[in-house]
């Protein structure tokens, strides 16, 4: 239960934070640590208004209970992990979760500081991919989810899909950080032109769809009856979400990126990153990360 909750709320900072950068309100807490000075809670009259101020102080109250929730974890880890041989990974694990946030707040204290500045904000989002993964490579181990064997072809192709899976979340992050959504109106962009970097991440998508699609018919040749089951279900998983956040991304376009489509977008790249590193995990893919 725990380690499902770290997962969620780990996929839950990210939201919160969308919903920051889309209301405006990524300075509704123009200070940090505090929120405003000589406070660390909104206080009445703020200049930045009620509203903002509140939308910003919900997404850093959400990261001390991310904190308490993470301890939580290391302190199961650290009892239910006795005599099990890959105890150190699992207490390791735990740790970088409980150090990881600690950064988050670090960095997102850096974005306040910067006024928005477009490189600590999409660092502060890409900072939550590898923090997402070992949340579920933790939840994996310590619910004894099931692996299976896979062949060498299956694996190469699976490894060129992750690593295109993190180029993808990666321009989406220059995306937003070069269009309307950057948390406030001042807010610097990258001054990268939003219609090109928009085709280019597009096109990573695309790519990204095809290989999947074909790493689907290469199980389906190379692999045993085990695979094709079960690390063929969590491709159909991925594929699912992947098409349906490529068709979101379109349609947000193409509607002159509105917030509700645009949050719907940031919620689908989480899934799309969870559903991704689940496949993973089920082949043990990616063995020296899924290590660490």
Known sequence: ??????????AGIIVTGGAVRLTG???GCPTWPQC??????????QAQGKLHSWIEFSNRLLTFLLIVIAIAALIAAVKYSKGRLDRRRV???AIWQVLGIFGQGILGG??????????????????SIPL???ALSLRQIMLNKEQVAISATTRSLSQVILALTILVITLGTVVTGSGPHAGDIQAKRYG???RTISWIHADSVIALISLAIGLFFVVKVA?????????GRKLNIFLLVALSQGVIGYIQYFTHLPELIVGIHLIGACLVWISMWNLCLTGNVAKRLSRL
């Open 110 to 127: 850096i974005t306040v500081l910067t006024h928005l500045n477009p490189l600590p904000v999409s660092g502060h989002f890409l900072l």
């Open 91 to 93: 207490i390791w694990l």
């Open 132 to 134: 997402i993964a070992g």
């Open 223 to 231: 692999d045993s009856q085990e695979a094709k089951e079960l690390f």
């Open 25 to 27: 309100s990524g300075l």
């Open 192 to 194: 990268i032109d939003p």
């Open 1 to 10: 239960m725990i380690f499902s909750a770290l997962v969620v709320l780990q």
């Open 36 to 45: 405003t000075k000589g406070s660390f809670t909104p206080v009445p009259h």
